[in-house]
């Protein structure tokens, strides 16, 4: 069997987009700036996933997973509530992996009083032993932290990206592209929802023995999708089981 999974940071508000969410056949959704689940199941009762699990700070806006079908969750010890970026999670269903899900919160984007959110490659060392065992998946929005510049403002990996490839792990995309990063034909993110701004900042990252079952990348349509949020979804199928 496959599983679909889709990275999609909504933008908040997600009890008004659900629609869209569901088109996408979800088995495993990684929602950034999504509400907490007392915002988001009292406003929007057709969603109806199967388990979820959210962290954050501010009830408005905070890292969401959800689980729909056969498909189940369970937090990691290793887990630091106090980080703001990271969802260490064991997925068991048909077969179990390991999910790190991911928000690349910069320092500054906290709510006064809020903790610092954890940098992410500070995170990542932190859970590398909970990364250690295949299957492996590490997914969400990266905001700006895989790509790198040299002096004469070729873009090259960042000391991040080239960390997670040290520790076994493959950008989806960049393996079914063939494309390096900095170099991605299509965007996920479009600043102020403006077609010529944009960027591509959502990744799944899988470990490589876990790369050869990857059976489809697809990315959304921006014209199609900035309407609902600046973001637009990474969808990727995995053969499992």
Known sequence: MRLRIVVWNC???LHDKTGR?????????????????????????????QDFVWEG????????????GPWRLRTDLMHQPRSGTTLPLHVS???????????????????????????????????APFLSDSPAMVAGDFNRTLVGRRR?????????ARRLEALGFVSAYHRDRDVGYGEEPEPTFCRYRRLPDRHHGDHLFVDRATAARLRSVEI?????????????????ELEVG
């Open 57 to 68: 700070t501010n009830p408005r806006k905070g890292l969401m997973v959800l689980a729909f």
């Open 220 to 236: 959304g349509y921006a014209p199609r999708w900035i309407s609902t949020s600046d973001h637009v979804p990474l969808v990727v």
């Open 21 to 49: 969410l569901r088109s996408l056949r979800p088995d495993l959704a990684i929602i950034p700036e999504c509400a907490c689940p007392e915002v988001l199941f009292r406003r929007s009762l057709d969603l109806l996933p």
């Open 152 to 160: 004469n403002e070729r873009r090259v990996p960042s000391v991040f």
């Open 11 to 13: 933008n908040m508000r």
């Open 93 to 127: 269903g048909p077969t179990t992996l390991r999910l790190l899900a991911v928000w690349g919160l910069p320092r500054w984007a906290h709510r006064y009083r809020d903790p610092t959110p954890e940098p992410l490659g500070q995170a990542v060392e932190r859970l």
